[in-house]
């Protein structure tokens, strides 16, 4: 009887597992840390040269490897750090920590490593990770160093423009990339309507984003996964740092609870440009803040406990007449064990929230929405041998969605109470995921991601005619929102509808020789919650919804292959990545769609189609007194909604058309150069095709006096091309100094150029000609900024 392919899976994990025991086998094991805070080190390479046996540190900086009996040298590397190396004996199973030093490279040093080279072994492709202290090196507006902005300047990402929030990867929407900050989602990642980043850099550990080859530990997104892990505070001693700009400043302090054993961590960041205009006497504000938190404690060696939170908000107001408030919320408790040397979990309790507040005092109400989801999870990392490691767990997230309350705000309102129908879903999952090595040369990731959906009540749902809340009107050719024939109600956690995929995810990595590899990758990816929105940025106002009868759930799959090579030991690294991917059930809007108090969004739905695909290089200079990279994409980003029927004409009559995402041409350099101890110089620069837009083709007069222009198809158009030039410089008074108040400032200038980058153009008629044109809106020109950063 031929075998099926997981018959075949099952054949080499048994395969890899027995061979692997043909002699008496030992596990080391242990940690890797940051020598002068106890930070533990995400990713480190740990490597037994003898046994050409190698492994990185998990999230919480555990290693294990397992190897034949006898006498060995394990090397420890991580990126800024001093290397480590050690002989030890292997004659039972033994665990080994490791303390790493920062690197503190004099002016004149050649920086030797392979510690910057590519792992072209590891079945691993399309990941990006970027460290704090390259984030902070960049220019950016205003000197906030922004993490989400940093990701611009890698192949494969772009966004709506400058003032723009979120992100897009791959031609995908910023709705698609999950967002996670020590495993919590995080809804909104920008502060004041996309100026700038909820992160608080000084808060930060670890960041990966991950385009694709998506581990089978993540799902719930179309595009992409952004993690960032907050630091865990330093536990030898207590430390502060933080900065002073033009309009923002933080603070950030750290120190043990117990030594060596917990430590505690509190940051706050708060923009202060409002207060300047109270000396104006202008009544209109605009400030953020936000407070980072985490503690915890090793309760002994198997054992340690974490508790994360983050609370942000945004407060925008005009004239003490119209006041908006937003921002998110996130607790995560989680437990470390430590079953045995070769097997490794977390249990991890999660909630985050979401929250948008307008209240508008002229007309006399409050309007208060929102997005809560709590989530139980419970990962496992087993080390079965130096050849296959596993990672496998459950999770299970319950959502409750608030669309919107309505209510007055004063006694003379005559707005009346009004409660959107509020929206409920759960939705568990189990994967598992396999790292195999099958050869010297041939590496593999494979795995399977089960996940489940229910969309729960206690809500009501409309009944329209046949099951169609959506009508073509064949001689307008417009569509138009059907009136529901009947409704029915669902009880608390009466389940309303229900999906089930399976999400495979495959990756291989095949070594052409010692400095160069090939990769590929697939996966796929079940979003389950859409975001309503008709901007191309994700705004404040946007309101997401769970799937349900009528609308379906997001399917995504992506391919890719790349090629990958060092040069010179890891001098320089080049990474050509080529990818295609195909989106079902991606929604569409009717012409006219009224997205705002909406208790019916079916209404103003289609279900359509979306595929991107691309071409990336990223070429890197890692080591030196100057280093940097290029990145550049070329890629498509289009979408089709066709007509359910022979009679309806879809959007843009059914043909494909540019999504709102799409940029042909991408391209990104960054760049530091090390002048001496002093001095330190940066640059950035920036080039992307326009965004699509909607140009008119023709017009109208209304009267004989009112010009009305009408409209073209949908993303005909395009904006200017978007650049712009940023350079910074870094000054250290005292470089020598590494004890007691230690201090830098940071000069830079945004758009060096004065370009004046179209974040839109709109059309509307001249009150003196009477004639239609065009305005254009540009969000900066050329912005200079100092900031002072301080440690002690």
Same mark, same amino acid.
């Given at each position: 009887?031929?075998?099926?392919?997981?018959?075949?899976?099952?054949?080499?994990?048994?395969?890899?597992?027995?061979?692997?025991?043909?002699?008496?086998?030992?596990?080391?094991?242990?940690?890797?840390?940051?020598?002068?805070?106890?930070?533990?080190?995400?990713?480190?390479?740990?490597?037994?040269? #003898?046994?050409?046996?190698?492994?990185?540190?998990?999230?919480?900086?555990?290693?294990?490897?397992?190897?034949?009996?006898?006498?060995?040298?394990?090397?420890?590397?991580?990126?800024?750090?001093?290397?480590?190396?050690?002989?030890?004996?292997?004659?039972? *199973?033994?665990?080994?920590?490791?303390?790493?030093? #920062?690197?503190?490279?004099?002016?004149?040093?050649?920086?030797?490593?392979?510690?910057?080279?590519?792992?072209?072994?590891?079945?691993?492709?399309?990941?990006?990770?970027?460290?704090?202290?390259?984030?902070?090196?960049?220019?950016?507006?205003?000197?906030?160093?922004?993490?989400?902005?940093?990701? =611009?300047? =890698?192949?494969?990402?772009?966004?709506?423009?400058?003032?723009?929030?979120?992100?897009?990867?791959?031609?995908?929407?910023?709705?698609?990339?999950?967002?996670?900050?020590?495993?919590?989602?995080?809804?909104?990642?920008?502060?004041?309507?996309?100026?700038?980043?909820?992160?608080?850099?000084?808060?930060?550990?670890?960041?990966?984003?991950?385009?694709?080859?998506?581990?089978?530990?993540?799902?719930?997104?179309?595009?992409?996964?952004?993690?960032?892990?907050?630091?865990?505070?330093?536990? *030898?001693?207590?430390?502060?740092?933080?900065?002073?700009?033009?309009?923002?400043?933080?603070?950030?302090?750290?120190?043990?609870?117990?030594?060596?054993?917990?430590?505690?961590?509190?940051?706050?960041?708060?923009?202060?440009?409002?207060?300047?205009?109270?000396?104006?006497? @202008?009544?209109?504000?605009?400030?953020?803040?936000?407070?980072?938190?985490?503690? @915890?404690?090793?309760?002994?060696?198997?054992?340690?406990?974490?508790?994360?939170?983050?609370?942000?908000?945004?407060?925008?107001?005009?004239?003490?007449?119209?006041?908006?408030?937003?921002?998110?919320?996130?607790?995560?408790?989680?437990?470390?064990?430590?079953?045995?040397?070769?097997?490794?979990?977390?249990?991890?309790?999660?909630?985050?929230?979401?929250?948008?507040?307008?209240?508008?005092?002229?007309?006399?109400?409050?309007?208060?929405?929102?997005?809560?989801?709590?989530?139980?999870?419970?990962?496992?990392?087993?080390?079965?041998? @130096?050849?296959?490691?596993?990672?496998?767990?459950?999770?299970?997230?319950?959502?409750?969605?608030?669309?919107?309350?309505?209510?007055?705000? *004063?006694?003379?309102?005559?707005? =009346?109470?009004?409660?959107?129908?509020?929206?409920?879903?759960?939705?568990?999952?189990?994967?598992?995921?396999?790292?195999?090595?099958?050869?010297?040369?041939?590496?593999?990731?494979?795995?399977?991601?089960?996940?489940?959906?229910?969309?729960?009540?206690?809500?009501?749902?409309?009944?329209?005619?046949?099951?169609? /809340?959506?009508?073509?009107? /064949?001689?307008?050719?417009?569509?138009?929102?059907?009136?529901?024939?009947?409704?029915?109600?669902?009880?608390?956690?009466?389940?309303? %509808?229900?999906?089930?995929?399976?999400?495979?995810?495959?990756?291989?990595?095949? #070594?052409?020789?010692?400095?160069?590899?090939?990769?590929?990758?697939?996966?796929?990816?079940?979003?389950?919650?859409?975001?309503?929105?008709?901007?191309?940025?994700?705004?404040?106002?946007?309101?997401?919804?769970?799937?349900?009868?009528?609308?379906?759930?997001?399917? %995504?799959?992506?391919?890719?292959?790349?090629?990958?090579?060092?040069?010179?030991?890891?001098?320089?690294?080049?990474?050509?990545?080529?990818?295609?991917?195909?989106?079902?059930?991606?929604?569409?809007?009717?012409?006219? %769609?009224?997205?705002?108090?909406?208790?019916?969004?079916?209404?103003?739905?289609?279900?359509?189609?979306?595929?991107?695909?691309?071409?990336?290089?990223?070429?890197?200079?890692?080591?030196?007194?100057?280093?940097?990279?290029?990145?550049?994409?070329?890629?498509?980003?289009?979408?089709? $909604?066709?007509?359910?029927?022979?009679?309806? $004409?879809?959007?843009?009559?059914?043909?494909?058309?540019?999504?709102?995402?799409?940029?042909?041409?991408?391209?990104?350099?960054?760049?530091?150069?090390?002048?001496?101890?002093?001095?330190?110089?940066?640059?950035?620069?920036?080039?992307?095709?326009?965004?699509?837009?909607?140009?008119?083709?023709?017009?109208?007069?209304?009267?004989?006096?009112?010009?009305?222009?009408?409209?073209?198809?949908? @993303?005909?158009?395009?904006?200017?091309?978007?650049?712009?030039?940023?350079?910074?410089?870094?000054?250290?008074?005292?470089?020598?100094?590494?004890?007691?108040?230690?201090?830098?400032?940071?000069?830079?200038?945004?758009?060096?150029?004065?370009?004046?980058?179209?974040?839109?153009?709109?059309?509307?008629?001249?009150?003196?000609?009477?004639?239609? #044109?065009?305005?254009?809106?540009?969000?900066?020109?050329?912005?200079?900024?100092?900031?002072?950063?301080?440690?002690?």
């Amino acid at each position: 009887m031929p075998y099926n392919k997981y018959q075949y899976i099952f054949i080499l994990i048994l395969f890899g597992y027995f061979n692997s025991y043909s002699q008496e086998q030992f596990t080391i094991n242990g940690t890797v840390k940051d020598a002068k805070t106890n930070e533990t080190l995400i990713g480190a390479n740990v490597y037994i040269i #003898e046994a050409n046996a190698s492994t990185s540190t998990n999230e919480y900086g555990f290693y294990s490897i397992t190897i034949p009996k006898g006498d060995y040298t394990i090397s420890i590397n991580y990126i800024g750090y001093e290397s480590s190396e050690e002989n030890f004996s292997l004659s039972e *199973n033994l665990t080994k920590n490791f303390s790493l030093s #920062e690197e503190e490279n004099q002016l004149d040093e050649v920086v030797i490593s392979g510690k910057n080279k590519l792992n072209i072994r590891k079945p691993e492709m399309s990941v990006n990770k970027l460290s704090i202290n390259t984030i902070k090196q960049m220019p950016v507006v205003l000197g906030e160093v922004d993490v989400i902005k940093s990701l =611009l300047f =890698l192949p494969g990402v772009t966004n709506a423009g400058e003032g723009q929030s979120g992100f897009n990867v791959r031609g995908g929407g910023a709705d698609q990339n999950l967002i996670l900050l020590d495993e919590a989602t995080i809804y909104n990642s920008s502060h004041v309507f996309g100026f700038f980043s909820v992160f608080n850099p000084d808060a930060i550990k670890d960041l990966k984003l991950y385009k694709g080859g998506i581990p089978a530990r993540f799902g719930g997104r179309a595009s992409s996964v952004l993690d960032i892990y907050q630091k865990d505070g330093n536990s *030898n001693k207590f430390s502060m740092n933080g900065g002073i700009g033009l309009i923002s400043s933080r603070i950030l302090a750290e120190g043990p609870i117990v030594k060596e054993k917990g430590s505690f961590l509190i940051g706050g960041r708060g923009s202060y440009a409002h207060l300047f205009l109270k000396l104006t006497n @202008n009544k209109n504000s605009a400030y953020f803040y936000d407070l980072n938190t985490k503690l @915890n404690y090793k309760l002994d060696k198997n054992n340690s406990l974490y508790l994360s939170g983050y609370f942000g908000r945004d407060v925008f107001s005009i004239d003490q007449s119209f006041s908006n408030t937003y921002g998110n919320s996130t607790l995560n408790l989680r437990w470390n064990h430590l079953y045995n040397e070769k097997l490794f979990s977390n249990l991890s309790l999660i909630y985050s929230d979401y929250y948008y507040g307008l209240t508008i005092d002229f007309v006399g109400f409050n309007w208060d929405s929102g997005i809560k989801n709590y989530n139980l999870k419970y990962d496992f990392k087993h080390y079965l041998n @130096n050849e296959i490691k596993l990672n496998y767990g459950a999770s299970a997230i319950y959502y409750d969605f608030n669309p919107g309350t309505l209510e007055p705000n *004063n006694s003379k309102s005559g707005i =009346l109470f009004r409660q959107l129908d509020k929206k409920y879903a759960l939705e568990p999952s189990l994967y598992l995921d396999v790292e195999q090595k099958l050869s010297t040369k041939l590496a593999v990731n494979y795995g399977l991601r089960y996940s489940l959906f229910y969309r729960l009540g206690s809500s009501k749902e409309d009944i329209y005619a046949n099951n169609n /809340p959506v009508l073509f009107d /064949p001689e307008l050719k417009i569509y138009e929102t059907a009136t529901p024939i009947s409704s029915k109600n669902f009880g608390k956690n009466e389940i309303m %509808a229900s999906f089930s995929n399976l999400e495979p995810r495959f990756s291989v990595a095949y #070594e052409l020789n010692e400095n160069q590899s090939i990769k590929a990758s697939y996966n796929r990816m079940v979003q389950y919650l859409q975001l309503i929105s008709n901007t191309s940025s994700p705004t404040p106002l946007d309101i997401w919804t769970p799937s349900d009868r009528y609308i379906k759930p997001q399917i %995504a799959d992506q391919v890719a292959v790349g090629y990958f090579k060092n040069f010179k030991d890891g001098n320089y690294t080049l990474e050509v990545e080529s990818y295609y991917k195909k989106i079902k059930n991606r929604l569409d809007y009717i012409d006219g %769609a009224n997205l705002i108090a909406n208790d019916a969004l079916e209404q103003i739905l289609l279900n359509g189609q979306m595929r991107s695909y691309g071409l990336e290089f990223l070429f890197r200079k890692n080591n030196g007194k100057f280093n940097g990279w290029v990145a550049y994409t070329i890629s498509r980003s289009i979408q089709q $909604t066709m007509g359910r029927n022979s009679v309806e $004409t879809g959007i843009n009559k059914g043909e494909w058309y540019r999504s709102p995402y799409d940029k042909l041409h991408n391209l990104a350099v960054t760049g530091s150069y090390k002048y001496n101890k002093k001095w330190t110089f940066g640059a950035n620069f920036s080039l992307q095709t326009g965004q699509p837009t909607t140009y008119p083709n023709s017009q109208y007069t209304y009267k004989e006096v009112i010009r009305v222009p009408n409209y073209n198809l949908r @993303n005909q158009d395009k904006l200017p091309t978007y650049h712009h030039l940023d350079i910074s410089g870094t000054y250290i008074p005292k470089p020598e100094k590494n004890k007691g108040w230690q201090s830098e400032w940071v000069f830079s200038i945004y758009n060096l150029y004065n370009r004046e980058n179209a974040a839109s153009i709109s059309f509307q008629q001249n009150e003196t000609s009477t004639l239609n #044109e065009a305005v254009k809106f540009s969000v900066f020109g050329i912005v200079p900024s100092v900031s002072y950063n301080f440690k002690f």
